[in-house]
């Protein structure tokens, strides 16, 4: 768990942890130079929850992205890694169910647990259900969307440890989750995507990345697409990929070659070479969108 300044939601977050099912046994936080009591909180619910070992960690003080990768480049020295915001409540079965999907998988197949949530209001009331993904997860998909939520996210060892080795040589990302997603695609794992919600995102003012639905969330992905800055997203994404080019699959190699090319081309060109080599977003509008960024040079 990343947390900054996050004292005043960050209780019903850690309570929810002890209330699982499946209580995890470790919890390493690592704090970006919180001004406000998070650490004094995180301090006491340690002392009073000792079936949780609890380690605190100094950030980087570089940003959310940036304390998450911190984390990321720890040793692996669980079967199960979850990662969690600090003002978001799991469900009490979160970690089993989790642990139940991933179980089957062979040893040694990177996979990532991800999910839908309830989107919530400050208080906790009014749950609506986030976007689903009726398209499967992949490469092709990840280089253009996000479909995993951070605080959805639960890795196998075997996925855990490919984190960390991409980590350990990635000095940028946008956004851990969205780069989680794209490196778990990317090196032939596997994404388990459960359109049961089994967490409450909290939505306040300080969110770094909010809902994905509603007008708002529209508009906002359109002046992002417009202004460039999904653009920068894209170029920043594909520097980090790069880095671990070696780790991708031929296939997924090739792929972020041809997202690449395609962005540089002119606009028609652009989209044919998007439609050509199958990149696609979640929904028709997600589609359109995607197509719209390739003719205005904005990918």
């Known amino acids: 768990m990343a947390t900054w300044n996050g004292a005043t939601r960050l209780v019903p977050q850690l309570d929810s942890f002890a209330a699982q099912s499946l209580v995890p046994a470790r919890l390493i936080v690592s704090d970006d130079g919180s001004t406000d009591a998070t650490v004094q909180v995180l301090t006491d619910w340690a002392a009073a929850h000792p079936e949780i070992a609890v380690t605190l960690r100094a950030g980087p003080r570089a940003g959310a992205a940036q304390n998450f990768l911190s984390l990321l480049r720890l040793p692996v020295e669980t079967d199960l890694w979850a990662i969690s915001d600090q003002d978001d409540v799991w469900l009490p ?144 994404n594909i520097a980090a990929l790069r880095t671990i080019e070696d780790l991708l699959t031929p296939e997924n190699r090739a792929l972020l070659s041809a997202f690449e ?30 197509y719209a960024g390739a003719l205005l040079r904005r990918l």
Not at 177 to 194: E, H, K, L, N, P
Not at 262 to 278: D, E, M, Y
């Open 93 to 236: 079965e979160k970690l089993q169910v989790a642990a139940a999907a991933l179980a089957p998988l062979p040893d040694g197949q990177p996979a990532l647990y991800c999910g839908r949530s309830f989107e919530v209001n400050e208080d906790l009331t009014g749950h609506r259900l986030s976007r689903g993904a009726p398209r499967p997860a992949s490469f092709a998909h990840a280089l253009v969307q996000n479909i995993a939520g951070g605080n959805t996210m639960v890795l196998n060892r075997a996925g855990a440890e490919a984190i960390r080795a991409a980590a350990l040589r990635t000095t940028d990302t946008v956004i851990h989750d969205w780069w989680i997603y794209q490196v778990i695609t990317g090196i032939g794992g596997r994404v388990i995507f459960d359109n049961t919600p089994h967490l409450l995102y909290r939505q306040h003012e300080g969110n770094v990345i909010g809902a994905n639905r509603g007008a708002l969330a529209t508009l906002m992905r359109a002046h992002m697409l417009v202004t460039g800055r999904f653009s920068d997203w894209c170029k920043r």
């Open 261 to 290: 090319q395609a962005r540089a081309l002119p606009p028609l060109q652009s989209l044919a070479a998007i439609r050509r080599a199958g990149f696609y977003r979640q929904g028709l509008r997600g589609q359109l969108s995607l």
